[in-house]
């Protein structure tokens, strides 16, 4: 058994990383996952949350706030909608996620409010994880 | 006989022109160069997505429960043209190749006893449109302040799109836009986003036999991703359309600083003529003179 994959991150605007890793963490929007090399084959959506890939070097992490991944036995692909280094996520880039999601949740009706909400805890819990908790943000622009 | 100042002055004025022109050429193949390596920056993604989503098409699409956005209202009675094209002019036909087959199209679809309802990128799109079509026109997007085009861009236009769609605004929805070939040649292009197509990728034939586990389900990712891809869609047209403008520019303007070129050099042969005939004529007045004593 290959004790790497090949494993693409790519986000509209570019492909922010590309090479061999020995397991990737995804938060799936079901629940964190780690694909491994001949993983069955998955596709996934993703909720915000941090990826993390561990290749020869060492891990790497980036904050994505949605998309999905495609697992296959010969490598994974994530598709994400928006993905910064862990580094370089700002408060104030996460407030304007924050903001631009509740404002979503408080306009939805129906069965849309749940899954607003969600994304909503989802958001929130991805900066406590990253160590930019919400007393500490910035206000939203 | 031309009078020679004024002959300097239109050489002077040709001269700044041309100086201009090249300008704008330098300028347009420098942001050609920009535009192509976003496009290429791009492209895994739309790739990727297009696999997975024609995939997923292929499994979920003859069910009954298949999203509108992938299997369409049932009716096509009313067409949404989404029509890009540049914020600015002197590009050459770019604009204006665009709106003739937007033009094209919507006639056809207006003969044809259809609704066509027109809404615009880019300003110059609209000033050409608005002459016959205006009274289709239900929106406009502009994009003039933006400097770099960014997803969320394409996202500001796929949400108006799909909002409208929701609200039942029609049933049918098209791009316009301009592929980038080369420098030389850029074709203007239609797509159809709602109902939603994916080109199958090339070959990967093979790899249709893999099952892929579908987290959550299929349909739940499918609705999900719909919206996305028409977002994709508009994303990769943009990228191409701005590589195309600045391809259509250079080339245009390049034209132009050639065609000065061409203009100085008439007009200074007739500036030297016309210099050469003056000398000889004050020659032979002043010779007729010193013989007339």
């Known amino acids: 058994m290959a004790d790497t994959m090949q494993f693409d991150l790519v986000s509209p605007e570019r492909r922010l990383l590309s090479g061999q890793a020995k397991a990737v963490r995804i938060p799936g929007a079901d629940g964190d996952m780690t694909a491994m090399p001949d993983h069955a084959p998955t596709v ?18 980036f904050a994505v706030t949605g998309g999905f991944a495609q697992i296959s036995a010969e490598g994974t692909t994530v598709l994400a909608e928006e993905a910064l280094p862990l580094g370089e996520v700002t408060s104030e880039f996460l407030s304007e996620r924050v903001a631009k999601a509740e404002k979503a949740r408080d306009e939805a009706e129906g069965d849309a409010i749940d899954s607003a909400a969600k994304l909503v805890s989802d958001l929130v819990a991805m900066g406590d994880e990253i160590g930019i908790p919400a007393s500490s943000r910035a206000p939203a622009p | 006989m031309p009078n020679l100042k004024d002959l300097k002055n239109r050489i002077n004025s040709v001269k700044s022109t041309r100086k201009i022109t090249q300008a704008m050429q330098m300028v347009a193949a420098a942001k050609l160069r920009r535009a192509e390596e976003q496009a290429e920056a791009a492209r895994p993604y ?109 996202q500001r236009i796929a949400e108006d799109v799909l909002s409208r769609f929701d609200a ?12 980038f070939e080369s420098v030389i040649s850029q074709k203007p292009t239609e797509k159809q986003i709602i ?17 892929y586990d579908y987290e959550p389900g299929e349909e739940e ?13 508009i994303f990769s047209a943009l990228l191409e359309n701005a590589a195309s ?20 050099e008439r007009l200074t042969i007739e500036f030297n003529r016309t210099r050469q005939a003056v000398i000889t004529n004050e020659l032979i007045e002043i010779i007729s003179g010193a013989e007339a004593l």
């Open chain 2, 221 to 233: 990712i499918l609705a999900d991703l719909l919206p996305r891809g028409v977002a994709t869609q």
């Open chain 1, 44 to 61: 996934t959506t993703l909720r915000p949350g941090v990826l993390t890939v561990e290749m020869d070097g060492g891990e790497e992490k």
């Open chain 2, 195 to 211: 109902p939603a197509t994916f080109d199958a990728p090339e070959g990967e034939a093979d790899d249709a036999s893999t099952v």
């Open chain 2, 46 to 154: 739309a790739e990727r997505f297009n696999a997975v989503m024609s995939e997923l098409a292929q499994s979920v699409g003859d069910s009954d429960s298949a999203p509108k956005l992938l299997s369409g209202t049932g009716s096509d009675q009313t067409h949404l043209l989404v029509v890009m094209t540049a914020e600015r002019g002197l590009c050459g036909g770019f604009n204006s190749s665009i709106v003739k087959l937007a033009r094209y199209q919507a006639n056809k679809l207006i003969a044809a006893g259809k609704t066509v309802k027109i809404l615009t990128v880019g300003k110059k799109g609209r000033e050409q449109l608005r002459r016959d079509l205006g009274d289709h026109l239900i929106g406009h997007v502009d994009l003039s302040d933006v400097k770099r085009l960014g997803y969320a861009d394409a």
């Open chain 2, 245 to 264: 403008e600045q391809g259509a520019r250079m080339s245009a303007m390049d034209n132009a600083t050639r065609n000065a070129g061409d203009m100085i």
């Open chain 2, 168 to 179: 039942g605004e029609f049933d049918v929805a098209k791009i316009y836009y301009s592929v």
